[in-house]
């Protein structure tokens, strides 16, 4: 039997650990994920398609992994994708799909990866929360968004239970930064009985 990676990744409690992770997980994400049956990218695609009706409008995937969140975006008929992602393996996995026009890696380190107003539409599908991208990066998207770019994003029941991540998007609401358009619990990985919430944000 080949080794699981999913029971491990919402307890990864570093940077360093986290990228590691999703090295080695890399070859087998895909299959371990269809297997526990990933609903979150086709829900983000949906839900950013009820407020974006051009869909030659270049989106940015955030921590795009191995591209199955591009991969529901191009079957939804958004026509230019482009991914940005910190891990290598992880990356060449989401190359070889062929859904994206240009995949950058990132560092994680680097506090800007993404240049202020190159894309009014962002999505981070699965990517904030416990084990994946800390709660500063809420922050740094909806910075580099452009005045009424949207960002659709998922927060799974580990993000949503906790505070630093639910607390970033209340902040931004509260104080008419953003808008809350569209915010649906769902399916998320229902062979473990985890669901997500995605959102689709409006900078102000
Ligand atoms: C659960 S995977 C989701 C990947 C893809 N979006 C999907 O839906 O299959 C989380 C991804 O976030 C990436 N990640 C981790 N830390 C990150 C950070 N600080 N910034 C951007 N991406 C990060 C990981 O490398 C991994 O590919």
New binding site residues.
């Given amino acids: 039997m080949s080794e699981k990676f999913l029971d491990k990744?919402y307890s990864l409690e570093t940077?360093e650990a986290?990228?590691e992770h999703?090295n080695q997980w890399a070859a087998s994400y895909d299959a371990e994920?269809a297997e526990n049956g990933y609903a979150?990218?086709g829900r983000i695609a949906e839900a950013l398609a009820q407020f974006q009706t051009d869909l030659s409008e270049p989106v940015l995937?955030?921590?795009?992994?191995?591209g199955?969140?591009g991969l529901a975006l191009r079957r939804q008929g958004f026509e230019t994708v482009d991914g940005?992602?910190?891990?290598a393996e992880?990356l060449a996995q989401a190359q070889a799909k062929g859904a994206y026009r240009e995949i950058t890696q990132?560092d994680?380190a680097n506090r800007k990866p993404i240049r202020r107003g190159a894309y009014r539409l962002i999505t981070g599908?699965?990517?904030l929360g416990t084990g994946?991208?800390?709660p500063d990066?809420f922050d740094m998207i909806l910075h580099a968004l452009p005045k009424g770019g949207l960002f659709t994003f998922s927060y799974n029941d580990h993000a949503l239970a906790d505070r630093a991540y639910t607390g970033k998007l209340i902040e931004w609401v509260d104080v008419g930064a953003a808008r809350l358009l569209f915010q649906e619990h769902g399916e998320h990985l229902p062979k473990i009985d985890l669901k997500s919430t995605v959102y689709v944000i409006e900078k102000a």
């Fill in positions: 990744a940077p986290t990228l999703y994920i979150t990218p995937d955030f921590g795009c992994g191995t199955l969140s940005m992602e910190p891990s992880m990132i994680v599908c699965g990517v994946a991208a800390p990066v």
